[in-house]
């Protein structure tokens, strides 16, 4: 399934956004990011190795959650040199750039994310496309409702 108006469920939608977020920007990974009030919930990932798929991150504490708390696209072309990286979570991994997007404008409920196995400054092209995409899951998730979250037992809308 790769369209968002036909997804019936959040579980579609992290499903659907995964893949094309890899697919439209080259990356080596994707995540699909639910915001759960001051938390970051990571709910699904399609990666070249397992990420934080399943985990849960203070909002203040990822750049997930800066880029929902800013409303706009983090663009991190290398990790090491962002203060708004926590690196003992990435460093371990394989991911040294990044994009963030926020999901649902003026205040975001959720994030994409595309990585990157080396620097690399996303093109706008790049950020357009990953925007695009999550204005259509923006507008998925309007039409099914933030209360569907099989995967998190604890998500509340609020």
Known sequence: MTNLTAAQTLADVGDIVRVEARRVTGAQGATFVLRE???CFYADEDAIAPLWKGQRFPITACIS????LHDEPAVVPNI??????PL???MPTFVRSLL???VGSPTPVAAIGAYWSRNHR???RQIDDLQALAGRAADAIRRIGLADAPWAPTFTNG
Not at 65 to 68: D, I, N, R, S
Not at 80 to 85: H, Q, S, T, V, Y
């Open 37 to 39: 009030q001051d938390r």
């Open 122 to 124: 996303a093109t706008q």
């Open 80 to 85: 090491e040199l962002d203060e708004r990286i």
């Open 88 to 90: 003992e979570a990435y």
């Open 100 to 102: 963030m997007v926020p």
């Open 65 to 68: 959650g800066w880029a929902m």
